[in-house]
């Protein structure tokens, strides 16, 4: 598939003859209402105590004799012929002593910084997978393209506060050195910040380097001023591998902040009750966040959950389930408990962009957001239980995250809200249309959907009668064309495109480098 054919949208004629697209402008966004609370006192309780079991009797497996020497320092349990690690609670409760409240991140632009922690909500573009689709395309495999593209987007549609490690996967491209390109269209296409790689030291510091250049300071001066972020995955059932420790170590040392999330499905990786699940997750989160503090204390870290279950007639992973809802909701609860920011996601495991796609995401969306989520990753152009990246989902998803934003704006109340004079001047039986009251509102009175189609059905036939789907393909081809890169300084450039010659050279001679 040729690169022209790839990158169509740029291309095409929509969009030309009109204004840009409808949406809102970029923001900070809060959740002003309490999070819901599933559980009791007695039952967090019981929730942490289990926890608390699984760490210092049954212990954590890890693959790194650093990590190891770490603890072993700490005071814990390690047993070298098993490489198990026990902890006992103590340990647990003098790093979260440690653990900042929130923090804030800071990209190459700086009125695009984001916090994370409080009642601050930043929704996190897609990340990972190896496949991506659109419906002129069709499914194909992760490519540089595709990729430039999607951070085209996340820089276009304000409602995409920060960049996930790899919206798709350049599988084109040599695996040891891609994420000096994945890195390099994130800065240079986008002013946002984003994920690192964690696999490994280099990866991590090649993005802790390459944001230090693209901002203009050292990476000393990031120290104070975080400019990166990072997932850690644990392997749950309770295994913590080599690469990923080595990532974490690398951000720590750095003061650069990490998510702990143990990707936890009810039926395959823990047991199939919410409950067990949900002790087995905060079990290994708790274990990562330690290991962060005992490599630097104060490292900014965040609560990561991401517990769903499976189908049990196939053992597929199953997103946006009622299950799945209530483990958003009570991980917020747990993060709460021990003070920390808190990330969880919102996905689906729709093959195509329909009616499921759309419910399961708007179910796991309401989970987060009750559950006071700090960060959802992968909120917008997830599809295929994370497998593929989509145009037409991030539309979708972009609609849902305005949505959102809208919901969770403070309700205007002041006297002229209330509106008397206007109920007065409005005869019983009458209508508001033309009243002075709605006159000076009507432009701005209502949330205005990008994606919706409020027209009464002879309009919408009149206009094609094009359903969502295509709208959505129709949108997204309209912000590659609208969309406008943002500058950068030229020696900043310069010196950013020094950097990835130079260490890719470095790598080709070493992949381990």
């Given amino acids: 598939m040729s690169q022209d054919r790839r990158g169509g949208g740029r291309r095409s004629k929509l969009g030309r003859s009109g204004g840009g697209i409808a949406q809102l402008p970029w923001q900070s966004v809060k959740n002003p209402y309490p999070p819901m609370q599933l559980l009791d006192e007695e039952r967090m309780d019981q929730l942490h105590k289990t926890s608390m079991r699984i760490l210092s009797e049954l212990g954590i497996r890890v693959m790194s004799e650093k990590v190891m020497d770490l603890f072993a320092k700490a005071g814990a349990i390690v047993d070298r012929e098993s490489n198990?690690?026990?902890i006992d609670e103590s340990i647990v409760t003098e790093a979260l002593r440690n653990v900042p409240s929130s923090f804030t991140l800071t990209s190459r632009n700086p009125d695009k910084?984001?916090?994370?922690?409080?009642?601050s909500l930043?929704?996190?573009l897609v990340a990972g997978p190896p496949n991506v689709h659109d419906r002129i395309n069709g499914r194909r495999p992760g490519n540089l393209p595709d990729y430039q593209n999607f951070i085209r987007l996340a820089h276009h549609f304000n409602a995409i506060h920060i960049i996930g490690n790899q919206v798709v996967a350049p599988i084109e491209l040599p695996a040891s050195s891609r994420h000096l390109d994945t890195y390099h269209a994130n800065l240079t296409l986008s002013d946002l910040s984003f994920h690192c790689t964690a696999i490994g030291r280099a990866r991590a510091m090649d993005g802790i380097n390459m944001m230090a250049i693209a901002r203009g300071i050292s990476v000393e001066e990031m120290r104070a001023s975080p400019g990166v972020t990072t997932i850690i995955s644990i392997n749950s059932p309770r295994l913590f591998d080599d690469a990923m420790a080595e990532g974490l170590i690398a951000m720590a040392e750095h003061g650069q902040p990490v998510t702990v999330t143990p990707f936890t499905l009810m039926g395959a990786m823990t047991p199939v009750t919410l409950a067990a699940a949900l002790c087995q997750q905060n079990a290994e989160a708790l274990f990562g966040v330690t290991l962060t503090q005992l490599v630097n204390p104060g490292t900014p870290v965040m609560y990561g959950a991401f517990t769903s279950n499976v189908d049990m007639k196939s053992g597929a992973p199953a997103f946006g389930t009622p299950e799945n809802a209530k483990a958003n909701i009570?991980?917020?609860?747990?993060?709460?408990r021990y003070n920390l920011p808190y990330r969880t996601s919102n996905a689906n495991a729709s093959n195509v962009v329909d009616l499921q796609a759309a419910y399961e995401t708007e179910m796991a969306t309401w989970g987060a957001v009750l559950g006071g989520a700090n960060l959802i990753y992968h909120a917008a152009g997830w599809l295929e239980g994370g497998l593929t990246a989509s145009y037409e989902k991030l539309v979708l998803d972009v609609e849902i995250l305005q949505n959102m934003m809208e919901f969770l704006r403070p309700l205007p109340f002041q006297e002229d809200d209330l509106g008397f004079e206007a109920i007065k001047s409005v005869p019983a039986g009458g209508h508001f249309f033309g009243a002075e009251h709605t006159m000076s509102r009507y432009t701005t009175a209502f949330y205005q959907p990008m994606l919706s189609n409020w027209q009464n059905h002879g309009a919408w036939e009149?206009?094609?009668?094009?359903d969502a789907l295509e709208r959505a393909t129709e949108l997204w081809q309209q912000?590659?064309?609208d969309y406008e890169e943002p500058v950068m300084d030229p020696t900043i450039r310069e010196e950013l495109d020094a950097y990835v010659a130079r260490r890719r050279e470095e790598i080709a001679a070493n992949p381990e480098a």
């Fill in 84 to 86: 198990t690690i026990r």
């Fill in 462 to 466: 009149e206009a094609g009668g094009k």
């Fill in 479 to 481: 912000a590659l064309h």
């Fill in 122 to 124: 930043v929704f996190g």
């Fill in 113 to 119: 910084q984001v916090e994370f922690g409080g009642n």
């Fill in 330 to 336: 009570i991980a917020g609860q747990l993060a709460r």
